[in-house]
């Protein structure tokens, strides 16, 4: 698999969990984002990876390798957050960073689990939001979910032409294989270029 089609797989980590293993004030683009290497080679984010099952309380954040020295700088900004577990230079072309939950937040990645994404802990939605810098009351996906908003139920009443019971969740259940790093997935392509 190309690390185009790695970074195409659509799936709820980046939008539910990557918020809560970020340090406080943190943002999406510190992610994504660096004034000295804008282009930090972001994939994915994935809630399960298939070589490390017992990391089960951990999120893996994927960039694209670089040998540029400036990669190393943005990656080790990583070791300064407090949930960070370690990095992995998962093959020659990706480097895996891993986070842990914070203990505080194991509910809610349970909840996650199940795809309750309302019952999430009142600070947990708060900081998704504010790591997208927008707020519950703003039309934006994940605070229509976490906050079951009328206009996100009627959206999806629309999109499905029937009427959703109130104590329906806005949004399915995470599908475990979208939100899986495969070992299938590692690189195997000769031909990948390397971003210097």
């Known amino acids: 698999m190309t690390l185009e089609e790695v970074k195409k797989i659509k799936n709820k980590s980046i939008a539910y969990l990557l918020p809560l293993v970020a340090n406080k004030n943190s943002k999406l683009a510190d992610f994504k984002d660096d004034e000295h290497f804008p282009k930090c ?57 891993i986070f842990e939950f914070p203990t505080d937040s194991l509910k809610t990645l349970k909840h996650f689990d199940n795809g309750e994404y309302s019952k999430f802990r009142l600070e947990d939605k708060k900081k998704i939001l504010d790591f997208y810098s927008v707020t519950s009351n703003d039309k934006f996906g994940p605070a229509g979910v976490l906050y079951k908003k009328e206009w996100r139920r009627l959206e999806i009443e629309k999109k499905i032409d029937m009427k959703l019971p109130e104590d329906a969740e806005l949004s399915s259940i995470a599908d475990i294989e979208q939100e899986t790093y495969f070992n299938k997935y590692k690189t195997q392509d000769e031909s990948e270029d390397i971003i210097r």
Do not use: G, Q, W
């Not at 190393?72 to 900004?77: A, Q, V, Y």
């Open 41 to 97: 080679n972001f994939i994915n984010v994935f809630r399960y990876c298939e070589e490390f099952p017992e990391l089960d309380t951990h999120l893996f954040v994927l960039y694209k390798y670089s040998p540029n020295p400036i990669f190393d700088d943005f990656l080790n900004k990583f070791k300064k957050t407090a949930n960070f577990h370690s990095i992995v230079d998962n093959d020659k072309y990706i480097v895996m960073v």
